[in-house]
């Protein structure tokens, strides 16, 4: 999904994403909790001040932004309690 995202360029000359739109909403980025390149693209994953994760991805060759996942506060809780679970039960088999 395309999506709208202002960005600055840092002192490490790699564009980084400030806020994005999604459907009208503006979302500031509170934390870049991870990026990595790809083929033709940069990935970022970072923390919304609505409290959902987001990965996006520029398209370096054409400079456009992309939603690649979103994950919303319940699911979080969800994925990690569902994760320390199925540790739990390898631990007592």
């Given at each position: 999904m395309r999506i709208e995202v202002e960005s600055d360029t840092g002192d490490s000359g790699i564009e980084r994403p400030r806020r994005i739109r999604l459907n009208g909403r503006v979302v500031e980025i509170v934390e870049t909790i991870d990026q990595w390149p790809g083929r033709d693209y940069h990935y970022f994953k970072v923390m919304g001040d609505n409290?959902?994760?987001?990965i996006i991805r520029l398209d370096e060759t054409c400079h456009n932004w992309e939603l690649t996942m979103f994950q919303s506060p319940p699911a979080q809780a969800f994925s990690a309690s569902h994760h320390e679970g199925r540790?739990?039960?390898?631990r007592m088999s």
């Open positions: 409290g959902n994760l987001y540790k739990r039960s390898k």
